[in-house]
């Protein structure tokens, strides 16, 4: 399942199916790897969830620590907007979050990585101006260069990337932002990673 999948600003009703245990299954590279994390499977969806670490909390401070306990369960599910400084240095990084219920006790860690339901840094609704008319086609601005460089949102991915300090956060990064990675820039993304994974820096 991918962020993309959830309307904006909405808190989806699903109810859990089953739980695939971590290590049960593998992902889809060349070799397959095991997937570390449980997955879990909602009655009527086709698309399962990876549970990471902060939904992981956010279920257990709901229900128990035991995923036989999730089974049957009806929780909600929302798009969310990480800031740089929960995205690995990428503003805005989508993810998926558990919404538990108003006065739930979740936990500290898991509370400062729920993110926002809207993008940080979205400019506030200006009041409405008089419609102007469009300028002639020979001021219009002409259009990006393709070649000029990657996109805003891949270079932001990278710029996170390339602030990786250990093999260690390089997994953890791969665990936790390769699911929510936008499918347009996913292979460039894992391959800036196993570049990085790869640079002497980290074994300095």
């Known amino acids: 399942m991918d962020a993309l999948d959830l309307p904006e600003g909405v808190e989806v009703p699903v109810t859990i199916e089953s739980i695939a245990e971590p290590f049960a299954e593998k992902d889809s590279h060349d070799p397959p790897r095991p997937i570390k994390s449980a997955i879990i499977s909602f009655v009527g969806k086709k698309k399962r969830l990876i549970l990471n670490k902060t939904n992981f909390k956010n279920l257990k401070a709901m229900f128990s620590k035991d995923p036989k306990s999730w089974i049957g369960q009806t929780i909600k599910i929302q798009r969310r907007y990480l800031d740089a400084q929960h995205g690995f240095g990428v503003n805005n990084t989508l993810a998926i979050r558990i919404i538990p219920p108003l006065g739930t006790p979740i936990l500290k860690s898991a509370a400062s990585f729920m993110g926002s339901p809207t993008p940080y840094g979205r400019p506030t609704q200006q009041p409405s101006r008089p419609k102007q008319a469009p300028p002639e086609p020979a001021d219009q601005p002409a ?61 300095l």
């Open 143 to 203: 259009p990006p260069d393709p070649d000029s460089g990657p996109p805003d949102e891949l270079a932001q991915w990278l710029t996170g990337i390339g602030a990786l300090e250990s093999l260690e956060t390089c997994a953890e990064f791969r665990e936790q932002m390769i699911p929510v990675c936008p499918e347009a820039i996913r292979p460039q993304v894992e391959q800036a990673i196993l570049d990085r994974e790869n640079s002497s820096e980290l074994y």
